[in-house]
């Protein structure tokens, strides 16, 4: 193989569509983060939040996060960086405490 030739593999590689792990979060990355656990249809199957009771389980989830309430009410946007970037390790961390073992899904 020429240096040519290793050259193009390694951009064809650089190039492959590769699938990464997203969250059965509808856009929270343009709305605040309270807004779309509370409308994610897989969040509120598992916990209820239409109900009183079902708020409560959301408000403890973030509140087991770690996650001010002030903080995820706010557009994911204009959220502590801190926050931001703690948020997919958070989330995962406390998922299987309330039975939303497949909040996460491959995607490309």
């Not at 590769?18 to 779309?36: C, G, I, K, S, T």
């Not at 969040?43 to 959301?58: E, Y």
């Not at 087991?64 to 948020?87: A, F, T, V």
Request: proline share 4%.
């Amino acid at each position: 193989m020429t240096a040519a030739d290793l050259a193009n593999h390694r951009r064809a590689d650089a190039d492959a569509i590769v699938p990464e792990d997203a969250f059965f979060l509808a856009m929270y990355r343009h709305w605040a983060l309270y807004d779309a656990l509370y409308h994610s249809s897989y969040i509120a199957t598992k916990l209820g939040s239409w109900r009183d009771k079902g708020q409560s389980r959301l408000h403890r989830f973030l509140l087991q996060m770690g996650m001010p309430l002030k903080e995820s009410l706010q557009l994911y946007s204009e959220m502590d960086i801190k926050y931001r970037r703690s948020l997919p390790e958070k989330l995962l961390s406390v998922a299987a405490r309330y039975n939303l073992d497949e909040i996460v899904f491959p995607s490309f």
